[in-house]
């Protein structure tokens, strides 16, 4: 099973982009998904999480900008960010928990930089 991130780019304060996570590989179901970012010197931090019953919860400081969502025909969750700010630059990271082979697992994606500039 493999997590590709995408999507990540710069952009201008106060603009918007939209991250995807897409999951390959032998795959029976996805449970939880979520994203994290790692910014330079800062440990990594939960950005926002989506359960499989579509249940979400956010990171404070993106209440509001943020949206998580996923496609299961797919096998892919999306991260919209509007109203983007200079600290929401980081490498984000998708995680998610994915059945396969009977086994549920832990996985997460390669990263995909997000620049904001002032």
């Known amino acids: 099973v493999q997590l590709q991130a995408s999507g990540g780019g710069l952009v201008q304060a106060g603009g918007s982009l939209r991250l995807s996570c897409a999951a390959s590989g032998s795959i029976s179901g996805i449970g939880t998904t979520g994203w994290y970012r790692q910014a330079p010197g800062k440990q990594r931090e939960l950005v926002a999480r989506?359960?499989?019953?579509?249940?979400?919860n956010y990171a404070d400081s993106v209440k509001g900008r943020f949206t998580i969502s996923r496609d299961n025909a797919k096998n892919t969750v999306y991260l919209q960010m509007n109203s983007l700010k200079p600290d929401d630059t980081a490498v984000y990271y998708c995680?998610?928990?994915?059945?396969?082979?009977?086994?549920?697992?832990?996985?997460w994606g390669q990263g995909t930089q997000v620049t904001v500039s002032s």
């Open positions: 989506m359960t499989s019953g579509g249940s979400t």
């Open positions: 995680n998610a928990d994915v059945w396969t082979s009977g086994w549920l697992r832990n996985y």
